[in-house]
């Protein structure tokens, strides 16, 4: 059953909606639970570039992908899918590593990590999209609610980061989404249009990090950055 627009631009924001969504649709929320757990670590003090909490985005993309009715292993690939790009593992090393890897895969099984491997290595370029119909559809879908979803509730409009939503419209159209891709272009125009006051609007474009309180913690933190930057050029 095609969802509505209004369900795809209201996506689950904390773990507890999402559980109660998948429950609904008689799916089983135990796999997207420990995934949740892996992700509460990963992502702990990230931010997306309008402020919202990183984890609370990877909720909504799941939410997305879930009423789009994809299956299981994408849900879950879902809520992990910035993991070997923005997740802080222990470690300084900001590579891919098979150490990462094997967490993930402890956490969400070999089928979500290879889904995840595969959405951090497809490029996000407007050739990539124009030969999307032809690369692993899975993997687009994901794309393509991780886009959804960092546009709704005018997120495009509460930050200076740059949208593709009309490539992102067309693939949708091209892989024969038409509610996601109504809704990647309704989210996207809502964005562009909305007025804000200009002091609720953050000039950030990329996501970020808030440092722990306190001097010790933070000179830890700085010191962990800038060492994994100088070990990841290696």
Do not use: C
């Amino acid at each position: 059953m095609e969802p509505s627009i209004d369900e795809l631009l209201d996506p689950a924001q904390t773990n507890l909606r999402l559980y109660e969504q998948l429950r609904r649709d008689g799916r089983d929320a135990a796999a997207v639970r420990r995934a949740y757990e892996l992700a509460l670590r990963l992502h702990a003090g990230q931010y997306r570039a309008s402020g919202k909490p990183f984890v609370a985005h990877l909720v909504g993309t799941a939410s997305i992908l879930a009423r789009v009715g994809a299956p299981g292993p994408v849900v879950v690939a879902g809520l992990l899918h910035a993991a070997y790009t923005h997740g802080a593992f222990a470690g300084w090393r900001r590579a891919l590593t098979d150490r990462k890897r094997a967490e993930v895969r402890a956490a969400a099984g070999p089928e979500v990590e290879a889904l995840v491997l595969r959405y951090t290595q497809l490029p996000w370029t407007a050739e990539a999209l124009r030969a999307g119909p032809e690369l692993d559809r899975r993997v687009l879908v994901m794309r393509l609610a991780n886009e959804l979803e960092d546009l709704v509730d005018l997120a495009g409009a509460y930050s200076r980061k740059t949208s593709i939503g009309a490539a992102a419209v067309a693939l949708a159209t091209a892989l024969e989404l038409p509610a996601l891709a109504e809704a990647l272009a309704r989210a996207a125009r809502d964005g562009e249009t909305a007025r804000l006051p200009a002091d609720l609007v953050s000039d950030r474009r990329s996501s970020f990090t808030v440092a722990p309180a306190g001097w010790r913690p933070r000179i830890e933190l700085r010191v962990a950055r800038r060492l994994a930057r100088l070990l990841g050029r290696r």
